[in-house]
């Protein structure tokens, strides 16, 4: 969509995308080629190295300045990118969350491993349901801080993330340019489950497993790091150090991204002033132009 505008307008495209920071993630994460980003000046793409963490804070300490430059360069920044908590946090700002806390993360992975994580999804409902029901019962990585932030502090994270988004974007977006705000959002969701289908098929044959292999023999890399939490990436991980076979590998890669769609889907439909376009009704040219 951002290359079909950039044939129509002087853009640069901005990468709003956690996955697509890292250097030696390219297929799993659907980062544009080589060529594309020769065609359009694109940012914050092969950025980072996976064994770096990249956060909220850091894409808006990245983000701000280089909004700022494109501007002032007259071309037209396009924010583009499937992570939503990125855009919240350019909208919303940052709350003021506590920092991790080792002794405890490691107490709650103690109590995960004997338990399970769908019991410490059900702690989460009973503190914080709001954001349990958010969640799936095997999100490792987000149960574990919000059970973090809720024992540190006492509160719920879903009390302490602001919700009036209007007013934070009044408050906090950090540019004078007012921006529009545009989705692709398919209505079948059948349409979208098939196109789903079609991405990981192409991913597998491009060689997903061979490129997951090459961060795994690194050696300095761990599954707990963000990097390898993305979906897919965590998935192979699991089938290289053998707790997973080739064929659940690609089950459970698919059940975790048809939940992703859904959980950005819940996210684009909630947020106010969005203008959408269904891309199963039409082509992503058609709707460019």
Known sequence: MALALAERLPIEIVSVDSGMVYRGMDIGTAKPTRQQMQQVPHHLVDVHDPAEPFSAALFLEKVRPLVADILQRDKLPVLVGGTMLYFRVLVQGLVALPEANAALRARLDAEAAELGWPMLHARLYRVDPQTALRLSPNDRQR?????????????????????DAEDADKTHWPWPNTPLWFALVPQDRSWLHRRIEQRLEVMWQAGLVQEVEALYQR???????????????????????????????????????????????????????????????????????
């Open 219 to 289: 050696g300095d890399l761990q599954a707990q790091l963000p990097a390898l939490r993305a979906v897919g990436y965590r998935q192979v991980w699991s089938y290289l150090q053998g707790t997973l076979t080739a064929a659940a590998m690609r089950e459970q890669t698919l059940y975790a991204t048809r939940q992703l769609a859904k959980r950005q889907l819940t996210w684009l439909r909630s947020f106010r002033g969005m203008i959408t376009q269904d891309p199963g009704a039409c082509s992503v040219e058609e709707i460019a132009a």
């Open 143 to 163: 149960i574990q801080r919000a059970l973090e932030i809720f024992e540190l502090t006492g509160v719920p994270s879903s009390v302490l993330y602001r919700s």
